[in-house]
Structures are given as C-alpha cells and as structure tokens.
C-alpha cells in the first residue's frame, strides 16, 4: 500500500539524487514510479541491510539529517509517494523504499532545507 515520506534532494528544475541515481541517472522523472536499485550493503559498523531509496517519516525527521549533514546549500525536502517499505537498521531514522514517485505538485511544494 502506498505512503507519503519525505525525502532530501538536491534543487533544481527537477529533482536530483544527492548520492546514488537510478540506472545511471541522477535526475529523478516527474510523475513516474522509480524502482530502486536493491543490494545487500554495509555501512560503516552498522549492520547489513538492502538498500533502497532513503526517506523519512516526517519533514521533522528530515531537521533531524540536517544536523548530521555536511552541506545543506541547494537541498530540499520533497514529500514522495513510496511503496515496499522498511526501516533502515541505524540509528538515524532512515525509512527506505523500494518503489517511490515524485509528483510534480509535491516538487512544486518542496522545503529548502536551510533556515528550517
């Protein structure tokens, strides 16, 4: 079943992946259900876990990645429409997805994240 998260991109006229894209591609297609690119990964001294796109539950946990951010100038906070979804195994409250959908009236809605 469908839930609306949010999650952090970086600004422009479409949105752009801040790390990894899909298929080779960091910009992200309007109105268009993406599948991520799933593997079994580590990170760090945290567990295994498979990868998916990184979302959060609410626009407060977004402030909460900010403060472990390096650099927040150009980066928004998007709401998505994601599906398949699991909590990442760290601490930093990550949700991630396997399927998510950017809408061009949630793009058009998005929060700069500096001075949130």
Known sequence: MPAILWKVFQDGERPTFLYHGVAGDKVVP?????????????????????????????????????????RLDGR?????????????????????AERMRVTSAAWAARRRLTGL
């Open 30 to 70: 309007l109105d268009t259900w993406l599948a991520a690119e799933v593997k079994w990964r580590k990170e760090g001294s945290s567990p295994y876990y498979w990868t998916g796109f990184h979302c959060y539950a609410s626009l407060y946990a977004v402030v909460g990645w900010t403060r472990r951010a390096h």
């Open 76 to 96: 928004v906070a998007c709401q998505v429409i994601v599906e398949q979804t699991r909590p990442k195994p760290t601490r930093g409250g990550a949700i991630l």
